[in-house]
């Protein structure tokens, strides 16, 4: 509906050409193999449509995917030979077109660009594959020899500018009609524009692209495992499980998408070690250390640089976000699970039982012949085969001390 409202903008006195109408393609990105499958396919079944021509939206920072080489291959070779004429435009600013997605601009009969936008990083084309990075990006503001051909700010000014063009196709040349009419003085009296179509990728399609960047990796990964861990920890339903599958599942589509990088074994430690420290007792100096080495994970989790850097607020914010997860939330739903009437440990309060292993501030006690995880002051001196006295409940532990002499 934006789109539409900008067309109408872009067009001083806009009305409903007679003219075959022009298809809009969304090619936003990174794109993966669905992604170039999908534009692939539009522009072949153009003609059916009964489409004039087509424009490619392109704002995409790269091309990802084990198997995206192939798909890369055939979409060029199609838009460089259409069967309907195609016009690539970059935009709105601040789009990029850089490695992969450059290609295809430049492959169209006619490549424009809205003014501010980037191009570069034209190699490798598809991330992980091929030649090292190339560093160079330029912000267009003009036409540019070999690359763009015209500056259009918006899509309407291009559809308006394409009117006359002859673009080649497969069939051979053909004329674009835009339909701008005038009077016979010469004046513009009225701009009659076809019947502008846009289109994108389905639902599928699109919730794969959400898994895409570096930065959504890092957050589906970390998000997935912390409530796989609350699950166990809280022992529910099975809610906070199927929960964590979604995530689970984006983040291993886009790590098997995006080179990966040695973040992502960072990251997995330090989710561990956080884990781990709330299952010693709660949320410590190790915690805090895991915390600060998953902002570091997530800065290089994939090997994306320089096409596609992740968003470093985003990274943070997710850090941040799961260390008060394990913080907050972990042990406050546990307690409130495990302090519930159907549970019911509160009778152990008051009980002696004896240290099964040295209590260091965590360890296990046997009370009333079952064995428990406890915790208790460091300077407790509990020793293995102590008498203890529990004295509360915290969460999934017992807190124990020694019995008071006398």
Not at 62 to 85: F, H, S
Not at 321 to 339: D, E, H, I, K, Q
């Amino acid at each position: 509906m934006l789109a539409a409202v900008l067309v109408s903008l872009a067009v001083p006195a806009l009305a409903q050409g007679s003219s075959a109408p022009i298809d809009v393609i969304d090619v936003t990105g990174p794109l993966d193999a669905h992604g170039i499958r999908y534009v692939t396919d539009q522009i072949q079944e153009a003609p059916e449509r009964g489409t004039q021509a087509i424009v490619l939206q392109i704002d995409a920072a790269a091309v990802v995917g084990r198997t995206a080489r192939e798909d890369l291959d055939d979409l060029l070779m199609v838009v460089a030979d259409p069967p309907v004429p195609v016009i690539a435009w970059v935009g709105d600013a601040p789009a990029v077109a850089f490695g992969g997605a450059l290609e295809v601009a430049l492959s169209a009969g006619h490549t424009v660009a809205a003014p501010g936008v980037e191009i570069g990083h034209r190699h490798p084309t598809v991330l992980g594959h091929g030649s090292n990075p190339d560093e160079t990006r330029t912000v267009v503001d003009g036409p540019m020899d070999g690359l763009v051909d015209d500056v259009q700010a918006t899509i309407g000014g291009l559809i308006v500018s394409l009117d006359g063009m002859t673009l080649p196709t497969s069939a051979g040349p053909v004329t674009l009609d835009t339909a701008v009419q005038t009077t016979d003085d010469g004046e513009v009296r009225m701009r009659v524009v076809p019947e502008v179509r846009f289109l994108e990728p389905g639902l599928w399609t699109r919730t794969l692209r959400l898994a895409l960047r570096p930065e959504a990796v890092f957050f589906f990964l970390t998000i997935g495992l912390a409530f796989a861990a609350f699950e166990f920890y809280a022992i529910g339903p099975g809610v906070a499980a199927a929960t964590a599958s979604v995530p689970l599942l984006l983040a291993g589509y886009g790590l098997s998408q995006l080179p990966i990088g040695w973040g992502l074994f960072l990251v997995l430690f330090a989710m561990w070690l956080m884990t781990s420290d709330y299952q010693r007792g709660g949320f410590g100096v190790l915690s805090y250390l895991a915390t600060v080495l998953l902002g570091i994970g997530g800065f290089f989790i994939t090997d994306t640089r320089p096409a596609l850097p992740p968003s470093g607020w985003a990274v943070v914010l997710t850090a941040v976000g799961v260390g008060l997860f394990y913080l907050v939330a972990m042990p406050t739903v546990a307690r409130s699970r495990f302090t519930t009437q159907t549970i019911g440990r509160d009778h152990l309060i008051g009980r002696r039982g004896r240290a099964v292993t040295d209590l260091t501030g965590h360890g296990t006690v046997d009370v009333d012949g079952a064995v428990w995880e406890a915790v208790s002051h460091r300077e407790s001196g509990i020793a293995a085969g102590d008498e203890v006295v529990v004295h509360g409940v915290q969460g999934l532990f017992l807190e124990v001390e020694p019995p008071e002499e006398g």
